[in-house]
C-alpha cells in the first residue's frame, strides 16, 4: 500500500513523516479521515487529538490548539501554533489536559488584566472630564 507524506509544522519546527497509511482528526463539522491520494482538502482542527499510523506500526497522536490542515499532491500538511506528539494515548492526554488547564488560566489573567485596564481608562476618562467641568 502506498502511504501519503505528513508535514507537522508549528512555530519552532518541522517533522516529516513518510508512508503514513492514514489521519483521523476534527473539525467543526466532526471527525474526519484521511487516506493516500485523497482528493484536496482544506480544514481547521478544533482543540484536541489528530492521530496518524504509519504502516502498520501504532498510532502517533497529535495533540492541537487547533491547526490547519491541507492536503493536496499526497502530502498532508499540518499548520499549528505548537503540537505535542506521542504513542501513548494516555500520556497525551494527560499533557493536552494539562495545556488545556494552563491556557484557560493564561486567558483568564488576560481577561482580568483587560477588565483592570478598562477600569483605569473610565477612571482617567472621569477624572478628565470633572477637571474640564470645574475650569468652565
Known amino acids: 500500500m502506498t502511504g501519503f507524506m505528513l508535514d507537522l509544522q508549528d512555530a519552532a519546527h518541522t517533522e516529516r513523516m513518510e508512508n503514513v497509511a492514514s489521519f483521523i482528526g476534527e ?15 482544506m480544514t481547521s482542527l478544533v482543540f484536541g487529538l489528530a492521530r496518524y499510523r504509519i504502516a502498520d ?3 502517533q497522536y497529535v495533540a492541537v490548539p487547533g491547526a490547519l490542515v491541507y ?8 499548520s499549528t501554533r505548537r ?6 494515548f494516555a500520556q497525551i492526554t494527560a499533557l493536552l489536559d494539562a495545556q488545556l488547564v494552563k491556557e484557560e488560566e493564561d486567558l483568564r489573567g488576560m481577561k482580568l488584566s483587560l477588565q483592570r485596564m478598562e477600569e483605569e481608562m473610565i477612571k482617567q476618562l472621569w477624572q478628565m472630564s470633572r477637571g474640564r467641568t470645574g475650569a468652565v
Open 57 to 59: 506500526r501504532p498510532w
Open 27 to 41: 473539525d467543526a463539522s466532526g471527525s474526519f479521515g484521511i487516506q493516500a491520494w485523497h482528493e484536496r482538502f
Open 71 to 78: 492536503f493536496t499532491d499526497n502530502v498532508l500538511t499540518l
Open 83 to 88: 503540537y505535542l506528539r506521542d504513542e501513548n
